[in-house]
């Protein structure tokens, strides 16, 4: 019997779902449910309804984990809790500084529903959450670092694009790669945020006129850009279509570490990501997770988890004696 | 209260375990268990007893977690099932093919004994085994890499030192980095052993007439040299004990994978390891493994496990509250 997923919310990330579940013979997509009218979404999986989000709650036996795909700024914090009393569910609330708050109001719902819920999952949070934690448990004595890119920050191209005059952007976060080789040599570095990262951006503006007030108004941007070394380039809107139309991004996490009676030995461990799609690997993620959730809720767990308290052989379709031989 | 932990095997291994336990707060060495006579054993904690290992199984109430540090190819085999039966283990059994085996005989000694045994733990098997997981669950459209170095591997080194002649070697396990790059750039290359890795030999000779016949006869060794390219350098003992006396080790595990509705997005996971000393890091990794017994045991669990099965928050002395603070 397949394991039934349902999407709530149907952009990038939601898309990206779809196609995950596709690669996952123990799953089948049930239903996505949106905010729009639901004659207007055209879903590729022809098998799945298409449902306004204000008949989700009639799915309630029909779905085995939902996949809220909405944002981390609004969606997530009113969705996750509302949806959590109702059903097993997997975000990818990724607001770091708030994780604690949404956790436990989180828990708190699903405890009283009875659910199981996991937060916080995607690539960071989620994968690099993983290997920083490892990485510390293994060597307590030692040093993190993460590094992002190369990659778009949605973030900061819609920084951009609020300038007045900019008519579209897109913005590349860089890492240094001196600084990045500084921590491979094990010289321990304390850096700056303008020492990790390069910020490059291709602007289109609606008046070529205006490249110098726009570029000034760019590179001195509080918290943003003013901070970094920050290139900007001036491109037609042709070219940054053509050119400038993926979302990649990737990163880097290291920790440098000490070993040894007398701290005599120097270790590094590297977990690093290159992706073509952010959100697409951040779904397929997502979905491993879903996995995981389902075989808790099997158990009777109840409340609020992270990848941090599910055993890894939870994500994986294959059962514990083949993963001890073909992959352990 | 400490965990108090036991090391059962005092060579590389067992004095690893020893500064591991040292860096970990939250746990004390309670004794060394040697086949040695104890008065000629001199360890470093002097706080820890040393034992006969006939006398361990006195220790059952006096010892949280026994730590295991004896080989793989006759040690692990026999004392792993017998302690497991009497105290919560951890071993480092890296016979990959002999796993399922292992994992059988321990399982039913310790659900017997009513223990906790955790087993196939260091970094490979162990981290790259968790690496390997994680990215096949994320990923299930891909293709797995595992390249090991630079790095000294032991059994190769033995074979070297067991040709007529030959009187002390040491032998560099290194990958190819154009085979590396290939994989980087999602190639996804058919790789022979040939093209992962180079053999690189450093040799001692009992008489230096030796040279042309030792070199033939290391690389054409069946299985050891004769399927890779193998570089022979001939040095002096002294050279050899002043630059080669070291135990790095590392390597890189790198999964690459598609996604997208028609796979046309790839993506790179790469998790590697640049390791001073692989007896020590082994070591971290185990001791971290021996507080995720020691929680695991304290729960009630009994029976085998391995790192797939274990919560990563089990191998951390912080708290749910903390990791989630601070490194998701």
């Known amino acids: 019997m397949s394991i039934r997923i349902g999407i709530l919310g149907y952009g990038n990330l939601g898309r990206g779902v779809e196609c995950a579940v596709k690669q996952n013979a123990d799953m089948e997509l049930a239903a996505v449910f949106t905010r729009r009218s639901p004659q207007e979404l055209s879903i590729l999986t022809k098998t799945a309804a298409v449902c306004s989000v204000n008949e989700i709650m009639e799915w309630k036996d029909k779905i085995d984990v939902l996949i809220l795909c909405g944002g981390s700024a609004t969606d997530l914090p009113e969705q996750s809790p509302k949806m959590a009393s109702a059903f097993h569910i997997v975000d990818s609330f990724d607001t770091h500084a708030k994780i604690p708050e949404h956790f436990a109001n989180v828990d708190a719902a699903a405890k009283e529903g009875g659910k199981t819920a996991i937060i916080s999952i995607g690539w960071d949070p989620g994968m690099f959450s993983l290997s920083r934690m490892y990485a510390n448990a293994i060597l307590p004595d ?110 880097f996490v290291l920790r440098s570490g000490k070993t040894g009676w007398d701290n005599e030995n120097n270790h590094l461990i590297e977990y690093s990501l290159k992706l073509d799609s952010n959100p697409e690997f951040t779904s397929n993620v997502i979905v491993a997770y879903a996995r995981a959730a389902y075989r808790l809720a099997a158990q009777g767990a109840t409340g609020c988890k992270t990848a941090f308290d599910i055993p890894p052989a939870y994500l994986s379709a294959k059962s514990g004696e083949e993963l001890r031989a073909e992959l352990l």
Not at 173 to 196: D, F, S
Not at 212 to 221: F, G, N, P, Q
């Open 142 to 251: 030692g040093k993190d670092y993460t590094f992002w890119g190369k990659g778009v920050s949605q973030g900061h191209s819609d920084a951009i694009r609020r300038i007045k005059g900019v008519k579209n952007a897109k913005q590349y976060t860089i890492p240094v790669e001196e600084a990045l080789e500084a921590v491979r040599n094990g010289e321990n570095p304390e850096l700056t945020v303008r020492q990790k990262h390069i910020r490059e951006c291709f602007v289109v503006l609606e008046d070529e006129e205006d490249a110098a007030r726009v570029e000034e108004e760019i590179k001195t941007m509080p918290n943003y850009f003013a901070d970094y070394d920050t290139i900007v380039h001036f491109i037609s809107e042709e070219e940054l279509l053509r050119e400038h139309s993926g979302i990649p991004h990737g990163g």
